[in-house]
């Protein structure tokens, strides 16, 4: 052994040659040229060049490679710039891709099934048979988009027809005008089918987009006409036709009746048997 308690200076010394280790206890200053540890590392004044593994606690500065391991977590305070994707290790076609600017997919089993673009968010751009799903607080299936059968449903798994709502609950299909809060429903409840407003505004059917038939507020019927003046039902004619309304009764030796009362304390009719009127 030599021990030296100084600095030992070596002048046009080529190479040192050590069986056993050295030791370097202020570290190991290199002014010029690299490092090289066996055949597979380079330590250069700037990079340090390894196929094989690298393995710290701490790291500063930039990665680059084809694989890296990294057992205890990767924390990057600055920017992860990845050319073409993210890739599940044990699950290759599990995949982040980023195809080209301002574009983000997300593929599973090697099929895309979400595309963020800049002016869109598309789900299975691809046409899968993959279904679209939203759940709620207390409904699984709050949204379902089947693939399979092109169906929307709310309220159910299994829509059975274009746009299926289904709730155990009066379900209702509310549409509103918020300038009046014009409130119009197609709904179900219980034992009977519901079409109208939920608001206290009159009913319009339009064919067209011209008003057929009026339902005001307080249960006049209009047809082809508004209603007003408390006619019940109020009814204009075709231009040029005689007839206004038919009433045909079926069965054999049937008339055609209608009653006339006044809440039920007495009845006046008009009754149409055999080709007479009575």
Partial sequence: ???????????????VDSVGLITARSGISVSGGDIKVGSATTLSQDNIFTTG????TTFSGAVSGTTGTFSSGLDV?????????IRHKNDTDTVIRFPSDDNIQFDT?????????????????TGADTDFRVEGDGNANLFKVDAGTDRIGIGLASPQHMVHIQHATTPRL?????????????G????????????DHPISLRVNDSEKLRINTTGELGINVTPSNGEMLDITGRSGYDDIVQITAVGTNMGARINLTNTGTGVARINATNNSLQ
Avoid: H
Avoid at 110 to 124: P, Q, S, T
Avoid at 190 to 198: D, K, P
């Fill in 1 to 15: 052994n030599v021990n030296i308690e100084g600095v030992l200076t070596y002048e046009d010394v080529t190479n």
């Fill in 53 to 56: 593994i690298v393995t710290a």
């Fill in 77 to 85: 305070t600055g920017n992860v710039d990845i050319t073409d994707s």
């Fill in 109 to 125: 089993a090697g099929v895309e099934r979400v595309e963020i673009k800049a002016a869109e968010v598309v789900f299975n751009d």
């Fill in 174 to 186: 509310v549409v509103e005008d918020s300038t009046n809060n014009v409130q119009a429903q197609i």
């Fill in 188 to 199: 179900a409840d219980n034992t009977e089918a519901r079409i109208g407003t939920v608001s």
